[in-house]
């Protein structure tokens, strides 16, 4: 079976990532980037609410995260689930963080956390104490998906030497070993912090699939093109946040929809019987 190689980038470093070959969907999105998440290969439907972007988890089911570069320039993007970089699953700014490299007009699906040169394992919705971020001790900030991107810096073209031409070009590509890994699943998980819930989303560590990347450096504009966030949540916290109605209200609305003021001409009935 033909294995795909992605780009990372490790502070400073990245690794390519292959092609999607999808079409791009709804998504939330700035004018230079896009970002989706998948089930089934298909988006969750996005609900802006209380000054954020939201989609209902569904629990158990795995899912990926789709960005599109929506420019002509290469980018780099800086993208943590719960908190955690998706490459090394460390926490800190995204200026500093390993990237993903996304060439011009390019489309991309990670699929789970980058743990070698060779695999990955999917994300999938669980609850807060299942989580990764749970089991890494690191539970600040579950529940949401943010990605941030940086330009490649453009050099100015060398001046026209004729002693020059001749000469090969460095590379601006250097390849390196294999991306720092998260823990081993072997070790005995760090206490968390704080109390979780066991009936609030969040994203775990799944099962181990091919996913190649090589590591490459690049110059990247110190501020960022785009920056986006979404919060993920099952449909019981949606409720309660007031981002869904209850099934109970949807009922009750849709009866109220049919609701008319007047059927057939009558008089009012009389509860006393006429005495």
């Not at 994300?123 to 991107?149: M, Q």
């Not at 453009?154 to 590379?171: G, V």
């Not at 760090?190 to 190649?212: F, V, Y």
Request: hydrophobic content about 35%; charged content about 25%.
């Amino acid at each position: 079976m033909k294995t795909n190689t992605r780009t990372l980038c490790l502070i400073g470093m990245f690794v390519t990532l292959s092609l999607s070959g999808l079409s791009p969907a709804e998504a939330i999105t700035e004018s230079d980037l896009s970002l989706e998440i998948l089930v089934n290969g298909q988006p969750l439907r996005e609900i802006a609410a209380r000054n954020a972007t939201y989609v209902e988890a569904i629990q158990h089911a795995e899912y990926s995260l789709r960005l599109r570069n929506r420019t002509d320039r290469r980018m780099a993007v800086a993208l943590a689930v719960d908190g955690l970089n998706t490459i090394d699953a460390k926490t800190g700014s995204a200026s500093k963080a390993s990237k993903w490299v996304l060439g011009p007009w390019e489309t991309v699906t990670i699929e789970g956390w980058q743990i070698g040169a060779d695999n990955a394992r999917k994300f999938f919705f669980t609850s807060e104490d299942k989580s990764y971020g749970a089991w890494l001790g690191k539970t600040s900030n579950l529940g949401v998906i943010e990605a941030v991107a940086y330009r490649e810096v453009i050099p100015p073209p060398p001046p026209r030497s004729p002693y020059l031409e001749q000469e090969k070009k460095d590379s601006s590509r250097m390849r390196s070993g294999e991306p720092s890994a998260p823990q081993s699943a072997g070790k005995a998980a760090p206490a968390p912090a704080e109390s979780l819930d066991e009936d609030i989303a969040a994203t775990g560590i799944g099962r181990k699939i091919d996913n190649r990347v090589t590591r490459i450096q690049m110059q990247l504009e110190s501020n960022p093109a785009a920056h986006l966030r979404l919060r993920y949540e099952y449909r019981q916290q949606l409720v309660h946040l007031g981002v869904l109605p209850s099934s109970e209200e949807e009922q009750a609305l849709a009866r109220r929809e049919r609701a008319t003021g007047f059927d057939d001409f009558d008089f009012a009935p009389d509860p006393w019987g006429g005495k």
